[in-house]
């Protein structure tokens, strides 16, 4: 809204060797242990420390609020080193802004101002969004639910934003039905999994999905540059979308 794009997570926050990795290139904390569990199990997305390095696509001055941090880094900074060098915000308007984004338990907040080129594109770029695919939340093993919401069409507010998309939310269906435990995401399985999803501010639909994952070995010596203590196997998944009478539905 306002050329703005607000990303709001319910997690427990960013911890100090997470704030180091961001102020840093080439340094992640999703690494060895961190990154695998027993068995190849994968707890966390990332390990290269160039992920949070690409909100720079959109902003020049992304802010992160997340626990006890309040920072801010400035691509444009006269030291040319602006990418990892955060301003710390303590001022009373900085501490206003961040309790209110941060208000109805959010763990984290990152607010990213689009780059002034990029404000003409904002609907498009919102589009974008809007269009990802509901079956993206099959393989995000630690995620229940994704919104996407402009919040000008949201609020029925007619500017700028007026042709851009409602949104979308799309959620697990079988969570809240007492399906497939959090732990057996990683496990092979053959299952049937809905999701439900809104597009527009619409009702739910309901979406069913045949999930097939299998582990492989991972041959011997192989092993991604900077592992300490490689997986000695990997799970590869597959979703194929089913129609309501249980076949595979083509149209989608």
């Not at 060797?17 to 102020?23: E, F, L």
């Not at 080129?117 to 269009?131: A, M, N, S, T, Y």
């Not at 994704?146 to 934003?161: F, I, K, L, P, R």
């Not at 057996?184 to 739910?204: C, F, H, I, M, Q």
């Amino acid at each position: 809204r306002d050329g703005v794009v607000l990303f709001r997570c319910n997690e427990r926050g960013f911890r100090d060797t997470d704030i180091r990795a961001i102020c840093d290139i080439g340094s992640s904390s999703k690494v060895g242990a961190a990154k695998y569990a027993a068995g190849g199990r994968v707890l966390a997305t990332g390990e290269k420390g160039l992920g949070f390095k690409a909100v720079f696509a959109l902003t020049n001055t992304p802010r992160l609020l997340s626990g006890p941090y309040r920072l801010e880094f400035d691509a444009l900074h006269s030291s040319g080193i602006g990418y990892v060098l955060p301003r710390w915000l303590g001022g009373a308007q900085d501490a206003q802004e961040a309790e209110g984004l941060l208000e109805g338990g959010w763990g984290s907040v990152l607010r990213l101002p689009l780059r002034p080129e990029l404000i003409p594109k904002q609907v498009e770029l919102f589009g974008r969004l809007h269009d990802l695919p509901a079956s993206l939340l099959l393989f995000l093993k630690q995620l229940r639910e994704v919104a996407v919401v402009s919040e000008a069409a949201a609020t029925g507010e007619a500017d700028v934003h007026a042709e851009s998309p409602a949104g979308l939310r799309v959620r697990r269906a079988d969570e809240f039905a007492g399906g497939e435990a959090r732990d057996a995401r990683w496990k092979e399985a053959t299952l049937r999994t809905r999701l439900e999803v809104s597009r527009g501010n619409g009702p739910w639909e309901p979406e069913t999905w045949l999930l097939l994952r299998r582990r492989f070995v991972v041959p011997p010596g192989i092993a991604k540059p900077g592992a300490m203590s490689p997986p000695d196997s990997t799970l590869v998944e597959l979703a194929l979308p089913l129609d309501a009478d249980g076949g595979f539905d083509r149209g989608r």
